[in-house]
Nanobody
Framework: QGQLVESGGGSVQAGGSLKLSCAAS????????MGWYRQAPGREREWVSIIRRGDTTLYAGSVKGRFTVSQDNAKNTLYLEMNSLKTEDTAMYYCGACGVYWGQGTQVTVSS
């Protein structure tokens, strides 16, 4: 509990940008592949972007070219920079690690 803490969500207009942060414990950050996931109302949670051990990054097709995942090893923090946001990006965004650790989520709302 409390091992992953997201922040940075908010409300923006379409075309805007947000940068999410996920602060992790040192153990998780040094051990796990990490990623960002999102869940919109009435829909299942879907993966958005993953950064694997070795820094390989993957993006869902719906966000590729608009979102960028990165990490700061000194701060044990994962980031998701989101540009050219669309209304369909509206969701609760979660940070996940090792497939078993989850943050509490941060809400992103994009209005037209």
């Amino acid at each position: 509990q409390g091992q992953l803490v997201e922040s940075g969500g908010g409300s923006v207009q379409a075309g805007g940008s947000l940068k999410l942060s996920c602060a992790a414990s040192g153990y998780i950050f040094s051990t796990c592949g990490m990623g960002w996931y999102r869940q919109a109302p009435g829909r299942e949670r879907e993966w958005v972007s993953i950064i694997r051990r070795g820094d390989t990054t993957l993006y869902a097709g719906s966000v590729k070219g608009r979102f960028t995942v990165s990490q700061d090893n000194a701060k044990n923090t994962l980031y998701l920079e989101m540009n050219s946001l669309k209304t369909e990006d509206t969701a609760m965004y979660y940070c996940g690690a090792c497939g078993v650790y989850w943050g509490q989520g941060t809400q992103v709302t994009v209005s037209s």
